[in-house]
């Protein structure tokens, strides 16, 4: 038998997200004592300290506080499900499901997918972040985030993981570039000319790939971690790209003509996943969110909507 309440819990919570004791008291309508003493209930039933508390600097999580930290936020995602389901008798899908996705795949996935699961789904509240995938795992691994889309370049043992599809990567370049009348691309001839990195992990990452296996190193003459900056640079013709997602329309936001190629030496390309913490256990919510990107982007190539 459990001897901490919820309450305790969401004590905790509050206190490690807002830095201080004052503030989650600020947070939670409630006094500061009154949440000084509800932390220090939860160390003495789990017989760990979980905060150090320095006067006039706020708290500072230990390593047991950051471990309980993680557990406390699903136990309390957990019993708000509960409670939303145990209302409706299970009938409707309530509750609530953040989505993280990885900044260039945002665009062509995130959109069709929220559309077609708030129609769906009416009644769950759904957020979303997008950002770098490093970043975003932090997120995942933290609680603050319920499913990850993203490729499998980073996705470790430590989280389960669906392939949604396969992604290639394409060269784009300008249509006045040299490489626009190449009949066929390589990497050794891509080597030769400058290049427009997107550099942001895990693409960085994944092009370094393509020519390390080559023995090969691109000229890199410009890094942005922009993606439509990176476009742009592309189509005023200062260098190349490698980039794995493409818009429908190939123009910049300036309207300019971009040429967009299949690169043949990718072969294995890079999938493209839905990933989630395998010590935990996904709401109701987060599984209709699995299921239904296995319905839309499970394929070899995603269908454009």
């Known amino acids: 038998m459990s001897h901490y309440t919820l ?175 190449a009949e066929e691309l390589t990497l050794a001839l891509l080597a030769q000319h400058p290049m427009i990195m997107l550099d942001m992990a895990p693409s960085r990452e994944n092009t370094l790939r393509l020519f390390s296996r080559l023995n090969l190193t691109p000229r890199v003459r410009f890094r942005t971690s922009d993606f439509e900056l990176t476009r742009s640079l592309v189509g005023r013709n200062l260098g190349w790209a490698i980039l794995v997602q493409t818009p429908s329309h190939p123009v910049t936001f300036e309207g300019l003509p971009l040429m967009v190629r299949p690169l043949p030496e990718d072969v294995d390309g890079v999938s493209v996943t839905v990933a989630w913490p395998s010590q935990s256990r996904l709401s109701r919510a987060g599984t209709a969110m699995v299921q239904l990107a296995e319905e839309l982007f499970g394929q070899e190539t995603p269908v454009p909507h």
């Open 7 to 181: 309450r305790q819990l969401e004590c905790f919570v509050s206190v490690a997200e807002e830095g201080s004791i004052n503030a989650a008291a600020t947070r939670m309508f409630s006094s500061a004592s009154a949440i000084s003493s509800s932390v220090t209930s939860l160390e003495d039933a789990l017989d760990t300290q979980l905060l150090v508390r320095r006067k006039a600097h706020g708290v500072t999580l230990t390593p047991s506080g950051r471990f309980v930290l993680t557990k406390a936020r699903r136990l309390l995602q957990e019993a708000a499900e509960m409670e939303r389901d145990a209302s409706s008798a299970g009938e409707d899908l309530r509750g609530a499901v953040t989505v993280g996705c990885y900044a260039t795949l945002a665009p062509s996935l995130l959109g069709r997918l929220i559309h077609e699961y708030t129609t769906r789904y009416p009644l769950v509240d759904v957020s979303f972040v997008h950002g770098a995938q490093p970043q975003l795992l932090t997120e995942l691994h933290a609680g603050k985030v319920d499913l990850l889309f993203s490729y499998d370049l980073q996705i470790g043992p430590e989280l389960h993981h669906r392939t949604l599809y396969k992604a290639h990567a394409n060269v784009v370049c300008s249509p006045e570039h040299p490489l626009a009348q």
